[in-house]
Every structure is written in C-alpha cells, then in structure tokens.
C-alpha cells in the first residue's frame, strides 16, 4: 500500500518512522515532511490545495493527516470526496479542536464532566461574567492558537488585560471568540482512542510538561517533553474516562450527524470529583506521539487502514508495550517567545548509538547541514523499566547531541518519579 503522511514536526517524524516499519507498506510519501521525516520516506513538495491530485495520481492507498490545521480546514472531506481513504477526522468533527466553545456545547449536551464555562464574542461582556467565576481563572481563545491560547490569571485586572489581548487580535482569529472556564484542581494527564465513528479502543496514556521551565516554571509550550504510560491513568480511571468521556462523545456526534473518524486525544484534569475533560485534540498529540509510537508495537499502517474503513470492531485491540518511554524536547533559545533559528546540530547518531531514537521537528538543512528551523527541534526519546530508566537513558543521549543554541527541561518525567520512590519507600 502506498501511504501518504501530511505533516513536518516530531509527530510526524514518529508516525513515518513507525509506518515505515509496516509489511504493508509499499511506499511512502510525505509533505513538506522535514530531515529526518526523509529517513523513513520520499518528500514532495506539493501545494495544500494539489494534495488531492497528487493522491490520485500516484494511487495513494491511505491519507495519514499529522496536524490539526488541515484537518480544520476539510483536507480530509476532500480527499474522501475522491474516494480516497484518509486516517483523520472531516471538517466537522475536528471543531472538538478547532473551536473549544463547541466542545464545551458538546459537553453540555452530552453530560461530558468538565469545567463549568461560558462564551463570548465581545470584551465587555466576558469582563462583566469574570466574578461567576473567581480567580485563578481559565480564559482560552476559541480557536487554534498552536497551544497557546490559553491564560489563567490569578488576579481580576490580569484577567481583563487578557480578555482584551484576546479580542485585540493576540491569537488573530482564533480569538475572535473566547471561552472563560472555572479553573479545575488536580493532575492533568493525556488519554488517547481510536474511534471510527462507532467503535472506539483506548490507545495509551502520557503526560506531558508544558512549561517552558524545570519545575513546572514559565510560560506554557507547544510541549517540553512526555512520558508514556501515565500511571496515574489507572486502568479503572481509563475504563471510567471511556465510558463517561469518549463513549459520549462519540455517540453524541454520530447521533447529530458528525460521525469522528480517527483520533480522540482527550486532555483530562483528575479531579476530586474524578476525571473531567479538559480539551479535545482531533490529532496524535506532540510530543505525545513520540512516546506512543515507542511503545506501539504493531503495524500502524493496518491499524489506521482500519480505523479508516471502519473496522475497528472486528479487530484486536490495539496493544502497547509494557516498557516506559519518556521524550526530552530539545528547543531552540528564544522559545517559545522568539526562538533562534539556524543553530548547527550534530551527533544525532552518537545519541542514537546508546538507544535512543531522536525525532527531528524544527529542522532543515543549510548547506549539507542539519540546523535549527524552529522552536521545538529535536524529540530525544528513550525506553527503560521505570521511568526513571528511560529518564537516565534520555538525558544520556541528550547530552551527546551538539547543539549550543538548543535547551531542554531537566526534568521531564518528575511526577512520575515522586510516586516511583514513594512506591519503593
């Protein structure tokens, strides 16, 4: 089968990687893709609007979509339209991201446990509501904002000024519309599923760290690095997180005429009251993907051909590793205000000698030679025991790597290995 995958960031480098390692697979192309995606398959540089072609002239038996923009803007009703089948959800069904106040809606409907919320489309009204909601408060941009969208100030005069910052065009369209939340206590955690618009399976947990900072310190990011499985995902939470979360939410969405095909990565505040839904992503998470991809042992052209298709019912269900991994996110100075771009990289492979798999985001090459393109880079990514194994084997490979104008957390993993020792005491 011949696959196309859309995308260039360390997700991406993690799903070619993995499609790449499929019996099934007879070739594999990726656009814009990026240096180490072009490990795995042949890049093409195709224009947004000539994918659709492309896929029909070449025979593309299956449309992987990484990100979440072309997905919001129809790629995938498109390339359905041709007949063609794609692993992603329509146009439709990934408003669950592309507007977090329809999520909420959603939510509603469907008795989804989540924050208690309200929506605006002017600054004067959303001030006038800040009160019902007390401080700290979560105040997000209705639309994509590339993770970014979203402020919890703790005093009332923080609050107006990024009220105003929203509708001033901060996040341009994305926060046209704003959606202030009640502001949830508890550990965030990261759960994934399948669905094919009728059937769903779980597919792993993770967490991620969002600060720019050791410690949880600074300003959130795109993802500074991941660990997979979450053990504070309990099996018994997971079962509880399907049936009271993604169950719902699927057969809400197939009832109202917006089947979700691909999929559902759920964020989740573990409250005292139990999980509650955070946010939907319509896409593998980043750097959630690279850990997942470490741990999946099967074949993930079959497994996504399936979901596709819409037998996700007649399979078995999808199966990953014991083993821990955990990812360090290499970003470049400057991120995630203004990263500094053109910094040399080398000895990947040195990295790669001890174990490790390093997944190239925000590369390019500049005469023969990998640099910095963006503000994530590199994904050093490990497996181990216990986390902190795959901790000690990240870092490792970390400090191989040359790359003077890149930084990372130290980190990553530190909750995790609180309850390890709190379990070994």
């Known amino acids: 089968m011949k696959v196309l ?15 790449a390692q499929s019996p099934r697979l007879s070739k594999l192309y990726a656009t814009p893709g990026n240096p180490g995606i072009a490990q795995h398959a042949e890049l093409v540089d195709i224009e947004p609007h000539n994918i659709v072609g492309f896929a029909r002239e070449e025979n593309i038996g299956l449309v992987v979509i990484g990100p979440e923009q072309p997905l919001v803007e129809g790629l995938a009703d498109r390339l359905r339209e041709q007949g ?4 992603g959800p329509s146009q439709a069904a990934a408003q669950l991201e ?3 106040g329809f999520t909420k809606d959603l939510c509603r409907r469907a008795n989804i446990p989540t924050a208690d919320y309200a929506r605006f489309t002017d600054a004067g009204s959303a001030k006038a509501a800040l009160p019902r909601f007390g401080l700290p408060v979560v105040i997000k941009a209705d639309g994509l904002a590339a993770g970014k969208g979203v402020v919890i100030p703790e005093t009332a005069e923080d609050a107006e000024a990024a009220i105003d910052d929203m509708f001033g065009g901060s996040f341009g369209e994305a926060g046209a519309e704003v959606v202030i939340e009640e502001y949830m206590t508890g550990e965030e955690a990261s759960f994934f599923a399948l669905t094919d618009g009728t059937n769903m399976v779980a ?6 760290h969002k600060r720019v900072g050791d410690g ?3 300003p959130n990011t795109g993802g500074m690095g991941a660990y997979s499985p979450a053990s504070i995902l309990t099996p018994a939470l997971e079962a509880q997180v399907m049936e009271e979360i993604i169950r719902p939410t699927v057969e809400t969405m197939a009832a109202e005429g917006i089947p979700y095909s691909g999929v559902l990565y759920a964020g989740l505040m573990l409250t005292a009251e139990g999980p509650k839904l955070i946010e939907y992503n319509c896409r593998f998470g980043d750097p959630e993907a690279q850990v997942l991809m470490t741990r999946f042992d099967g074949d993930l052209v079959t497994l996504l051909a ?3 298709e819409g037998r996700l019912g007649e399979i078995e269900k999808p199966a990953l590793a014991d083993r821990i991994a955990l990812t360090v996110v290499m970003a470049a100075k400057g991120y995630p205000a203004t990263p500094e771009k053109g910094g040399a990289i080398g000895h990947i492979d040195r990295a790669e000698a001890l174990g490790a798999r390093v997944f190239q985001a925000g590369t390019a090459l500049s005469n023969g030679k ?4 963006g503000g994530r880079v590199l994904a050093v990514t490990a497996t181990g025991n216990s986390v902190a194994d795959a901790q000690l084997a990240a870092y490792a490979a970390v400090d191989q790597i040359d790359f003077p104008s890149g930084f990372c957390r130290r980190d990553i993993g530190w909750r995790e290995l609180e309850r390890e020792a709190a379990r070994v005491a």
């Open 203 to 208: 597919f792993g947990s993770a967490q991620d």
């Open 216 to 218: 949880d310190t600074g």
């Open 84 to 87: 063609i089948l794609v692993f």
């Open 98 to 100: 592309g507007s977090k």
């Open 306 to 308: 399936d979901v596709a």
């Open 370 to 373: 990998l640099v910095a393109a």
């Open 5 to 19: 995958l859309i995308g260039s960031g360390g997700r991406e480098h993690a799903l070619a990687w993995k499609l």
